[in-house]
């Protein structure tokens, strides 16, 4: 199984664009893209310094159009999961069919703006926590007066909030820790960030979204998103939210990911799923030179030609691990509405309920009482209308 990472904020380069340029049709894209976002990509992606990318403004709009540009030079088709970290999570969710290239960077640019606009308010940053006891982190860095951020797992958290605050916790680091201050605008996935995601759900409000054709995971909980208006919702909660990424990586083990394929400007993610995930094959691609190992990869990991993709239109899927319950009264070959819920999983959360994501008939359960299941995994197929 073959999962696709878009990354995050952070992992840009100055001119890490110019090769994809000398493909066909790619400097066209581009400049269309910029039209949508309102930025001029090309020069971002090509001419500009470090500081001017490193402004969130410009930063996440840049990093959503290179993971698309690459992403559009691949068979992505064969491909069963995508995920992104952060902003990462636009451009997985184009690629995952919810929406348009076109959209992904709208959303993108207005996040950007409004994130901009947010840190500018009061003086905030972010500095990286590596090694030590993971609960004794998170512990430190509440009495700190700060927000855990970035959960990213294989000893990696990031901590966000006041300026001060956290100058006085990198001079007294939790044990067995070190701490590096980050070259960032502000407290990013924390309350500080409130404003813009109030503007970014209002601009959400308007796009109609499509189910996701492939499994997706949220940087919320970790779990697989079935429904478009879920997903929106999601993506506008992440913006105050903690990213986890340690949870995204569970579920990658949970599903069986015996490969991953990370877009550009890559590095960081596959450094991460190394670390934390053994015996997955990993690929990066960063120029142009690195699709015909990425092609490869999905040759052999993805979905075989003429084989059913894990995840389909008509299947629903689970978006929590647990131990499935289906509704004792549906038997297959019954008529499901929309939203009809069709069962629950049982976590140590409580129960989550499974619905269905359009009308149909129930053809097949995959799943049956008390069977154990991962987010992402396949429960019922549904067929059309009797």
Not at 156 to 185: H, W
Not at 194 to 208: H, N, Q, R, S
Not at 342 to 359: L, S
Request: proline share 7%; aromatic share 4%.
């Amino acid at each position: 199984m073959l999962a696709v990472l878009a990354p995050g904020q952070g992992s840009q380069k100055p001119g890490f664009l110019a090769p994809w340029l000398a493909l066909p049709g790619t400097e066209p894209r581009l400049r269309w893209w910029s039209a949508v976002a309102g930025l001029d990509l090309v020069h971002l992606g090509t001419d500009a310094g470090a500081d001017e990318i490193k402004d969130t403004a410009r930063t996440q709009p840049l990093l959503t159009a290179a993971a698309l540009l690459a992403a559009e030079q691949l068979p992505l088709y064969d491909v069963q999961v995508v995920a992104g970290h952060s902003v990462g999570e636009l451009g997985a969710a184009a690629i995952a069919g919810a929406f348009t290239a076109e959209t992904a960077l709208t959303l993108a640019a207005v996040r950007g703006k409004e994130m901009a606009a947010a840190c500018a308010l009061e003086p905030t940053s972010m500095a990286a926590v590596l090694g030590g006891d993971e609960a004794m982190v998170i512990d430190a860095i509440a009495a700190a007066g700060l927000y855990p951020a970035n959960r990213n797992g294989a000893g990696q958290t990031v901590a966000a909030g006041g300026v001060e605050q956290l100058r006085t916790f990198t001079a007294e680091p939790p044990a067995r820790t070190r701490v590096v201050m980050l070259q960032v605008a502000g407290a990013f996935h924390t309350p500080y960030m409130a404003t813009a995601e109030k503007a970014l759900g209002t601009v959400a409000a308007g796009i109609t979204p499509t189910e996701p054709a492939r499994i997706l995971l949220s940087n919320l909980d970790g779990s697989a998103v079935g429904h478009g208006r879920e997903l929106l919702q999601r993506l506008v909660r992440q913006i105050t939210a903690p990213v986890r990424w340690d949870l995204c990586m569970q579920t990658l083990t949970d599903l069986g990911v015996t490969a991953v394929l990370e877009l550009p400007p890559a590095g960081t993610l596959a450094g991460l799923v190394k670390r934390a995930i053994r015996g997955v094959e990993i690929v990066t691609v960063n120029t142009p030179e690195d699709l015909p190992a990425a092609r490869d990869l999905i040759a052999r990991h993805g979905v075989a030609v003429g084989a059913e993709p894990t995840m389909q239109f008509r299947v629903v899927v689970s978006t929590a691990a647990g131990n499935f319950q289906p509704a004792a009264e549906l038997a297959e070959g019954a008529e499901i509405s929309a939203g009809q819920l069709i069962g629950h999983v049982a976590t140590r959360q409580g129960p989550v309920e499974v619905t269905a994501p359009e009308a149909g008939v129930l053809t097949e359960w995959l799943a049956h009482h008390d069977d154990p299941v991962a987010p992402g995994q396949p429960l019922a197929r549904m067929g059309g209308h009797l």
